[in-house]
């Protein structure tokens, strides 16, 4: 049984996270859905509250990110305009939906994302340290690919010098 604070299954909402721009984004027919309301609907209050959602909170995407995303999540392939939502255009929107569903699904995408920051910023010393080793081998493919080449000139049998005929 989900606790009462649980009205969808977390990994129901890291799923629909993505990163386009360099942005953690969720997309508009993603959050209409979690919504239980039509995407139509949703962008229409977005449309009527426009100040409060400036590009760093929510942009459109191109068709070539469309296509792209669309291998994913099938439903956008033939969509004309899909909007993506940054963590803060999320959290904006709890100011235009004003039902308790709305309220409830705010509350779980923020810890979701929230979830998200704390597993990238663990990972980061985790980034750190393959850097150091890759740049580590790097130097020693150098030294290895020197001592192959040693090897080989070694290997090499030198042509005897043949003696000329005669006198």
């Keep these: 049984m989900k606790p009462k604070s649980e009205i969808v299954p977390k990994e129901l ?3 629909r996270i993505f990163v386009i721009r360099g942005h953690k984004v969720m997309l ?29 909170f929510m942009f459109a995407l191109t068709r070539p990110e ?8 099938i439903s956008l392939k033939y969509s004309k305009s899909v909007y993506a939502f940054t963590e803060q255009g999320v959290a904006m929107l709890s100011g235009i939906l004003n039902s308790t569903r709305a309220v409830q699904m705010n509350i779980a995408i923020m810890r979701a994302f929230v979830k998200l920051r704390e597993i990238l910023s663990t990972h980061k010393e985790l980034v750190l340290q393959l850097r150091k080793l890759e740049m580590k081998v790097e130097n020693h493919d150098g030294e290895i690919r020197a001592i192959f080449e040693a090897i080989r000139q070694l290997m090499i049998v030198p042509e005897k010098p043949k003696r000329p005929i005669g006198f």
């Design 66 to 73: 469309i296509l792209r995303i669309s291998q994913i999540v």
């Design 28 to 56: 508009g027919p993603d959050l209409a859905e979690l919504y239980r309301v039509e995407t139509r609907a949703l962008m229409q209050g977005v449309k009527r509250n426009r100040e409060r959602f400036p590009l760093d």
């Design 13 to 15: 909402i890291e799923n």
